[in-house]
């Protein structure tokens, strides 16, 4: 800065002289082209650490997922004509090593409707990630699985939205990309008999690996036919009946029938005020005065003899 006494802010300037960007103030965060507060750093605590069971269970209910036609379809994958959910395949898929020969198979399958779908989506990135190396997004097509790579990898690689794993090596952004699950997955069959080996099954542990799938709470979910069941309605008490609703209480000076019901005179008072209305401007419509009727008087009373004094004691 230019230190004190010259009547500027002390903030950091360019130097020299000779242009208009020289003197400016410069540097500081608050200043134009001046770099950002606290700017953020590549040693940012970026993972967490997440339980090895956990992550195997979070895989195992993804791979579920992808069972479900209607969450596959909730993702947005185009599996209207696909023949079957999950799609499993023979063994020859994974030796399918031209582009050609894979595009002929997922025809084949009626699966080549979603990577058209991923082809016809195909963006410009909106913001600066567009000159970052990261220019197009896409959507996420068919995922294929294999138990072994027998030259598959080079046969789909090609096309777009296409996720090529192993079954040992699952990953779970793949399987539930942007944390939706419900991603389409082709299986060759060895890769789909595996998963008994990697998984196991309820009650059972898996073959290949130490790991037992959690035992599910309850054994039947659909929850209202136990309830209905005669055995649970025969010890249940029998349903209250429904008590009397609680009324609503109006303003009378606002709600002309709770003031008809406090006051029965109201309604006929009424109707006699808008009556005499309606006849004064009859009356005045006609150029003629109106004259109020004359209120009746009043009865005079008689007035009350004075009681006699009392004569004094002489």
Sequence with gaps: ???????????????????????????????????????????RRWHRRVNKNCRRYAVASAVAASAVPALVMARGHAIGEVPE????????????????????????????SDVQRVKD?????????????????????????????????KGFRNLPGITLAKVTAMNLLDLAPGAHMGRFIIWSESAFGALAGWFGDFGTRAANRNYLLPSPIVNNSDVSSIINSKALQAVCRPQKKQGTRKTVTHN???H????????????????????????????????????????????????????AAPAKKG
């Design 256 to 307: 002309k029938a709770t003031m008809y019901k406090l006051r029965p005179y109201e309604q006929l008072r009424r109707r006699m005020v808008s009556t005499a209305i309606q006849a004064r401007l009859k009356v005045t419509a006609a150029g003629k005065k109106w004259k109020q009727a004359p209120k009746p008087k009043k009865a005079k009373k008689a007035p009350a003899k004075k009681a």
């Design 1 to 43: 800065s230019w230190g004190t006494g010259r009547a500027v802010s002390r903030i950091p300037r360019v130097a020299g002289g000779g242009s208009h960007r020289s003197g400016q103030g410069a540097f500081g965060n608050m200043c134009r082209g001046g770099h950002m507060f606290a700017p953020t750093k590549t040693f």
């Design 121 to 153: 989506n195909k963006k410009i990135r909106p913001g600066k990630g567009k000159r970052r190396n990261r220019r197009y997004v896409q959507r996420r097509g068919p995922m294929i699985v294999f138990d072994k790579n027998q030259g598959g990898y």
């Design 85 to 112: 959910i999950p799609l499993v395949v023979g063994d020859k898929i994974q030796g399918l090593s031209k582009t050609k020969q894979a595009v002929l198979a997922l025809t084949a399958l009626n699966a080549i």
């Design 252 to 254: 009378p000076l606002r």
